[in-house]
């Protein structure tokens, strides 16, 4: 049994390293031409080809996280096809390979995927991501990165509650455009603070020149407005450096960790964190489908092939991939806008093809 294993372990790897390497390639070489606009863009001073090289570079975990069950796939698919189509499976059969055994050997080889995605797509690829995020605001400046308004966070302090938006980070943690909207125990605005720049402190921040605009409307006298410049102003909170980098960073891009600590962040002060819990789960559930993957390629091995219709099975199982990849996504945006349970939504296309992937194999491998 040890030489069977052996066999079929080392064809699937190396079916499923070719797969992911001629993905990656493509990817790369589609990044690296949208990165030919940003080389000869006049804003981006010293960025060149050397620099979106090493950017593009930098994206390939992110590619990787999300290629590998697709790749776990078609490879898979492949190996399982060729050796029924050399009957070599027909022969491992004889040997003893029976269907519930051969289910188990591949869902070992499926569990090391699972462990690699997990830890490509939670430990690597958050890293080269900020990384490449920097090397871009090195030469093209400093980049928000969801969206021109930058992130929002809440925090309260008391009876107090503040809003804090921060437009983008630049190099070394430093904070760009900073506003601070104070309001009190009736929900009335206090006051506002802006800076051009701050830098984050634990327990603190640190505001350069900072103007605090004082909103006197409820006194005896007349509303008015009292404005203030402070060179340094020093503003207590808990809102710490990796708080403001998971906010501005996509929730896809973050680590599970920081998306957990950023929901309970977000609970705790009252807002909603419907996107951020769908995205948490989907990071616990995906590294899971690359057994849905593993099952869903084993009943090609009990197939009869001819010389051109294995081309088709596998194109059959390309689509397979590719429609269990729109699924997950058409799910996280139909969830978030019909306000499901995140880990449903996020455990959904698992379980339909997971079903469909026991059904085929009940059907074509036990039954036929």
Not at 33 to 40: C, F, H, K, M, Y
Not at 244 to 260: C, G, H, K, Q, Y
Not at 316 to 337: E, T
Request: charged share 15%.
């Amino acid at each position: 049994m040890k030489t069977i294993r052996r066999l079929i372990y080392a064809e699937v790897l190396k079916s499923v390293a070719f797969v992911a390497l001629g993905f990656l390639s493509l990817f790369f070489f589609f990044d690296f031409v949208d990165e030919l606009q940003s080389i000869a863009s006049p804003d981006s001073l010293g960025y060149g080809a050397p620099q979106a090289l090493l950017y593009v570079a930098l994206l390939i975990p992110s590619h990787l996280y999300e290629l590998l069950p697709i790749a776990v796939l078609i490879g898979t698919i492949f190996v399982m096809a060729r050796l029924a189509q050399s009957s070599e499976f027909t022969i491992l059969r004889t040997s003893g390979l029976g269907p519930w055994r051969a289910l188990r050997t591949l869902l070992l080889l499926g569990a090391a995927f699972v462990v690699l995605t997990f830890a490509v797509g939670d430990y690597v690829a958050p890293v080269t991501d900020r990384a490449a995020q920097l090397l871009k605001a090195r030469y093209q400046g400093p980049l928000a990165l969801i969206g021109n308004t930058g992130a929002w966070l809440k925090e309260r302090q008391g009876d107090t509650s503040f809003a804090v938006n921060v437009v983008s980070m630049g190099r070394n943690g430093i904070l760009k455009d900073p506003r601070i909207l104070e309001f009190d125990g009736q929900g009335f605005l206090v006051s506002q603070t802006s800076a051009p720049g701050a830098t984050v402190d634990r327990g603190h921040w640190t505001l350069i020149n900072a103007e605090r605009q004082l909103y006197e409307t409820r006194g005896p006298g007349a509303p008015r407005i009292v404005r203030t410049t402070v060179p340094v102003l020093e503003w207590p909170t808990s809102l710490s450096n990796e708080m403001v980098s998971v906010a501005l960073l996509r929730p896809e891009r973050m680590r599970t960790l920081d998306l957990f600590d950023y929901i309970r962040h977000l609970d705790a002060n009252g807002q909603t964190a419907q996107r951020y819990e769908i995205e948490f789960w989907r990071k616990v559930f995906y590294p899971l489908s690359c057994l849905v993957m593993i099952v869903l390629a084993l009943p090609f091995a009990y197939l009869h092939f001819r010389q051109a219709g294995i081309a088709t099975y596998m194109f059959g199982g390309v689509m397979i991939g590719i429609s269990f990849f729109l699924l997950n996504n058409v799910f996280g945006y139909l969830g978030n806008l019909g306000n499901w349970w995140p880990w449903i939504t996020a455990a959904a296309p698992g379980l339909i093809y997971s079903v469909m992937s026991l059904g085929a194999f009940t059907w074509l491998v036990l039954r036929r």
